[in-house]
């Protein structure tokens, strides 16, 4: 997904009147790599690097979101259907007790089963869309797994 993290850099540097030096300082990110953000030669964002972004400027993911993701502001997530059951499958359902499984997340979402399973599993690195995706099908407020991530414990 297109982010627009340059543009977001850019305008709050501006705003507080920083040098790339104090962004650094705060977000603790190279100066290779903010300068690559800031730049725009970063086709994917990881969910850690636009945390520590967010954060060093102070800002709140509610403004910051629909700034670097304009395309999520109206974004609707899709409804989620379990498949049908038979008579057996109904009757267990009733048993079960599963909320916000990786089937009902990818509906929801958009994001393949496959890739979640990788994110869940394996190492996939987790790219802040993605998370920004999740946080609003599972009804958490912006920043919220961000902060149960990466925040300073």
């Known amino acids: 997904m297109i982010h627009k993290i340059d543009r977001y850099i850019i305008k709050r540097l501006a705003d507080l009147e920083w040098q790339d030096k104090e962004l650094v300082e705060k977000s603790a990110l190279s100066k290779g790599q903010v300068s690559k953000l800031k730049n725009g030669s970063v086709e994917k964002?990881?969910?850690?690097?636009?945390?520590?972004?967010?954060?060093?400027?102070?800002?709140?993911?509610?403004?910051?979101?629909?700034?670097?993701?304009?395309?999520?502001?109206?974004?609707?997530?899709?409804?989620?259907?379990?498949?049908?059951?038979?008579?057996?499958?109904?009757?267990?359902?009733?048993?079960?007790?599963?909320?916000n499984s990786i089937e009902e997340l990818s509906a929801k979402t958009g994001i393949d089963e496959v890739r979640l399973s990788e994110l869940y599993f394996r190492q996939g690195a987790l790219e802040a869309y993605e998370l920004i995706l999740i946080e609003k099908a599972i009804g958490k407020k912006p920043g919220e797994l961000f902060e149960q991530l990466y925040g300073k414990s």
């Open 45 to 99: 964002l990881s969910a850690k690097t636009f945390y520590l972004i967010i954060t060093a400027f102070g800002d709140n993911f509610s403004i910051a979101i629909p700034i670097v993701y304009p395309i999520l502001k109206n974004i609707n997530l899709k409804i989620f259907h379990p498949k049908r059951r038979n008579t057996f499958g109904s009757l267990m359902r009733k048993y079960e007790i599963s909320e």
